[in-house]
Every structure is written in structure tokens, then in C-alpha cells.
């Protein structure tokens, strides 16, 4: 500041002094209090404006500033909710799917298998029934007896339409799994 | 399931496996498990074809269930009053915290499991209702045996706890086996002989010696 103030100081003088000697000024501007240097730069209190017009709406234009900062910040912050939101809806589906796919017991791995679960190795002991046979269950889930293109039959109680069918029936129905609403029980007993 | 199908076989009783839904040679459905609750209904598929086609009183029909089957006898029991007696083996009361137990065991936080069940529900597969705990409130005095070990890692022991408390809530004298050192559905592996005698006790005093 000091600096600053003999720069101005010296400046002036020459402007003002016919030999080049500085002339006399307000001892305020000359050293003094340094408040009131930088007073005469403000805007007056008495509102004169003027030349200090742009001085004037640097209070505004911070504002703006800061007020399209937020803006930007708050539009950052909901891409970034966005994201977070449709990547944890696709994790949730990714979850859904792996806690609820058969595949960790028996689904695709044994398919097919069933007729020969006893003789399955399964322990060291002999396990083994050779009395079995298997029986398929018929089963239409929802539908009524006469909806066209519905299985064949089915109870009368509403929780369970199973329509299951002797193993030794030679009147089986047909199979239904390919009908939207039916599918096949596979069982065998001892 | 062969293992303990072999153990009744043994001891004279007649047994019916079936695969359920989705599983092994049935019908692939969805492809995706059905929480116990639609699985239920193929056991009782299987119960009614046993009645009625097969000619067999009820009051000679229990069923048994591991793991998601246990949650599928329970329900199915609840469901159908005339079920004489029920063995589960490593089942669950709740699904809802065992998939939250599940996802945690993946570093997840467990609310995502509330949201998946959720959004399972959304298209159409509740899997969490009716819940087998609640269902076992409707057991009253029938016999239930609940087997579980006690480092079970995917369904833990205190969905048995929640099991044995509701029956016992709802006048019942469950049997209870809880195998200390073993995991899920581990007993039947460990401990064969004891499985097999305590199995084939259970029934024939539920549904009657195996030769009646």
C-alpha cells in the first residue's frame, strides 16, 4: 500500500506542479489515513453515481454469480441423483433376478434326471427304492374348466387347479405346458 | 431330498418326491422360485392326488421340506388343515429377512432386498406372503418337527427360533432339533443314523407305524 500511495502521490505531482515538484495535496491523499484513498473510490453515500456506475453492480453481478453457481451445483446434484437412481434400479432388478433364479438347486442341472433319482448315487448307503414310478400332474393354474384351450380339467377348490392323472391311465390328458397357464408336475414315487 | 426319501423308504413308509415347479423335470414357469408360496400349491397338488387318486386317508399324509421346501410344506399345511404332520428342515418363518440376511452376506445394503421383493411385486410375484411363520399360527396341535443347524449360513437359526415360538404360541409341542455344529441342511449329512431314527420316529407317531 505504501508503494501504491507514493505512485499516486508522484503521478499527481507531476500533473499538477509547473517544476515538476510535487504539489501540495490533502495530507488524506498524500499519506495519512489510507482509508481515505480508498474511500474516494466508493460509491458516495449521497448516491452520486456516474463514472462508478459499473463499480456499482458488482454487488448484483456476485450475486448472479453465485446464484448460477447454485444452479449449476443443483443441476449436477440431480444428474448425479438420476444416475444413482437408475443404477440402483438396475442393481435391484440385477438383485431380484439373482435371489429369486432357479438355478443354485435342482433347476437345468438335474432336468431330465427324474426317472433315475433312485438310482442316483446319492449316499454310500443303499438308499435305494426300486419300487417307483412316475407320475405326471397335470396341472392348469387359473383357468376355468371351459376356457377354450384351457387343460382338461380341474378341482373345484380355487387355491390349486391340479388335475392329476393315474400313472397307469392310458386316458391321460395331453401335455399342457406349452398352453399359456398350465404346467406339468413331475414326481415318482416309491 | 433322496437322502432322507431312502431313510422313510427304509422304514416302510411310502414316499412321493416331486420336483417343483420350476425345478428338475416340471415345468419351468418363471425360472424363478416362488418363495414357498407357489410352490405350496404343487404340494398340496401332490397331497390331493395322494387322496383322491391314490386313495390315502389324510390323517396318513405328512409332508417334508428342506430349505425352500420346508417354506412350502409350512405353507401348504397352514393352508390345508388335514395335513397330519409337517418336517422341516432348515425353513424359514420370514423370507423378507432371510433374502435381507442374504444380500447383507454380499456386502449389500439389506434394504435393496426390501426393494427387489419389491419389485418383484410390482410384476406380479409376491414370494414374501403368506409367510410359513405365519402360517404355522394355524398349525394348533398338529405335529411339526423343525430341524435346523446352527451355523446355518444362508438361512440362519433364528428363523427356527421364530418358528418354534410361533408354534408353541399357537398350542403346539413342535420337536426341535437344532444341530449345533452343522450348516444348512447339513444334519441329514452328519448325522445320518440319528436323522433317520429321529425321522422315522417323528411319523410314526404322527401318522402311525409305517406298517398299519
Known amino acids: 500500500m505504501a508503494f501504491s500511495r507514493g505512485a499516486i502521490v508522484r503521478r499527481r505531482g507531476l ?60 443441476g449436477l446434484a440431480a444428474i448425479e441423483l438420476g444416475f444413482l437412481v437408475g443404477a440402483g434400479a438396475i442393481f435391484t432388478v440385477g438383485l431380484y433376478d439373482r435371489l429369486t433364479k432357479v438355478e443354485a438347486d435342482c433347476g437345468g442341472r438335474y432336468h431330465g434326471q427324474t426317472p433315475a433319482l ?65 404346467f406339468t408336475l413331475t414326481g415318482s414315487q416309491s | ?6 431313510m422313510l423308504h427304509a422304514h416302510g413308509f411310502a414316499v412321493l418326491i416331486i420336483d417343483l415347479r420350476d425345478e428338475g423335470s416340471s415345468t419351468v414357469d418363471t425360472g424363478r422360485f416362488a418363495g414357498g408360496v407357489g410352490e405350496a400349491r404343487d404340494v398340496l397338488g401332490a397331497w390331493d392326488w395322494l387322496r383322491e387318486v391314490q386313495g390315502i386317508p389324510a390323517e396318513r399324509i405328512g409332508l417334508f421340506g428342506v430349505s425352500l421346501g420346508a417354506g412350502a ?92 415360538a410361533v408354534d408353541q404360541a399357537a398350542g403346539g409341542r413342535p420337536t426341535i432339533w437344532l444341530v449345533p455344529d452343522v450348516g444348512h441342511t447339513g444334519a441329514m449329512g452328519s448325522y445320518p443314523a440319528e436323522y433317520e431314527s429321529r425321522l422315522a420316529a417323528f411319523f410314526s407317531a404322527a401318522l402311525g407305524s409305517a406298517s398299519a
Open chain 1, 15 to 74: 500533473q499538477g506542479g509547473s517544476l515538476g515538484r510535487p504539489t501540495r495535496r490533502p495530507a488524506a491523499a498524500v499519506g495519512g489515513d489510507p482509508s481515505a484513498v480508498v474511500g474516494n473510490r466508493r460509491p458516495a453515500a449521497s448516491g452520486r453515481t456516474g463514472a462508478l456506475a459499473s463499480e456499482d453492480d458488482r454487488p448484483e453481478s456476485a450475486a448472479m454469480r453465485r446464484r448460477n453457481r447454485r444452479l449449476f451445483l443443483l
Open chain 1, 118 to 182: 433312485f438310482s442316483a448315487p446319492v449316499a454310500a448307503e443303499p438308499y435305494l427304492m426300486p419300487a417307483s414310478g412316475k407320475c405326471d400332474f397335470r396341472a392348469a393354474i387359473g383357468r376355468s374348466p371351459s376356457t377354450p384351450g384351457g387343460c382338461p380339467v380341474q378341482r373345484p377348490t380355487p387355491r390349486r387347479w391340479f388335475w392329476p392323472t393315474d400313472c397307469t391311465s392310458a386316458n391321460a390328458p395331453p401335455p399342457c405346458s406349452s398352453r399359456p397357464g398350465c
Open chain 2, 1 to 6: 431330498m433322496l437322502f432322507p426319501a431312502g
Open chain 2, 73 to 164: 410344506v409350512l405353507i401348504a399345511a397352514g393352508e390345508e388343515p388335514r395335513v397330519a404332520a409337517v418336517w422341516e428342515d432348515s425353513g424359514y418363518a420370514d423370507l423378507t429377512q432371510v433374502l435381507r440376511h442374504q444380500v447383507r452376506s454380499y456386502m449389500i445394503p439389506s434394504f435393496f432386498a426390501d426393494l427387489a421383493l419389491a419389485y418383484g411385486r410390482m410384476h406380479g410375484h409376491e414370494i414374501a406372503f403368506p409367510s410359513p411363520g405365519g402360517e404355522v399360527r394355524r398349525f394348533g396341535r398338529r405335529p411339526l418337527a423343525i430341524v435346523h443347524g446352527e451355523r446355518d449360513g444362508s438361512v440362519p437359526v433364528e428363523q427356527a427360533y421364530m418358528l418354534i
